[in-house]
Nanobody
Framework: QSRLVESGGELVQPGGSLRLSCAASGFLDYLAVGWFRQTPVLDYDWVSCISSRNSTEYADSVKGRFIISRDNAKRIGYLQMNNLKPEDTGVYFC???????????????WGQGTQVTVSS
C-alpha cells in the first residue's frame, strides 16, 4: 500500500485559514482521497472526499468553507480550510479508497494525522 503523510495542521485563530496536504508514496490517479476529522466526541467525522474523476463532496458543516483538491502528478491531495471555527478542531486524517464514501470503514489506507486547533 502507498504510504500517506499529512501535514499543514497547526494552531490558528477563528476565521483563519489552513491548507492541509496529503502526500502519497504511490500513484493516486485511480483512487478517491477522503479527509476525516477525529475529535474527542466523534470517532471519525467525515469531512470531504474527491474522486478519481475530481468529483467533490463535503460535509454540511464545512460546505462553502473547505475546498478539496488533488494533484496526481505530485501525488498530493489538499484540503483548503477557510473561515475556521473552534468546532473544526481535531486530528485530520487523509485516506484512500476506490470510490468516495462517507464511512471510514471503506477506506483502507490512512495517514498518521495532523492536528488542527482553532482557538483564540
Amino acid at each position: 500500500q502507498s504510504r500517506l503523510v499529512e501535514s499543514g495542521g497547526e494552531l490558528v485563530q477563528p476565521g483563519g485559514s489552513l491548507r492541509l496536504s496529503c502526500a502519497a508514496s504511490g500513484f493516486l490517479d485511480y483512487l478517491a482521497v477522503g479527509w476525516f476529522r477525529q475529535t474527542p466526541v466523534l470517532d471519525y467525522d467525515w469531512v470531504s472526499c474527491i474522486s478519481s474523476r475530481n468529483s467533490t463532496e463535503y460535509a454540511d458543516s464545512v460546505k462553502g468553507r473547505f475546498i478539496i483538491s488533488r494533484d496526481n502528478a505530485k501525488r498530493i491531495g489538499y484540503l483548503q480550510m477557510n473561515n475556521l471555527k473552534p468546532e473544526d478542531t481535531g486530528v485530520y486524517f487523509c485516506a484512500t479508497a476506490v470510490n468516495c464514501y462517507k464511512s471510514f470503514s471503506h477506506f483502507g489506507n490512512w495517514g498518521q494525522g495532523t492536528q488542527v486547533t482553532v482557538s483564540s
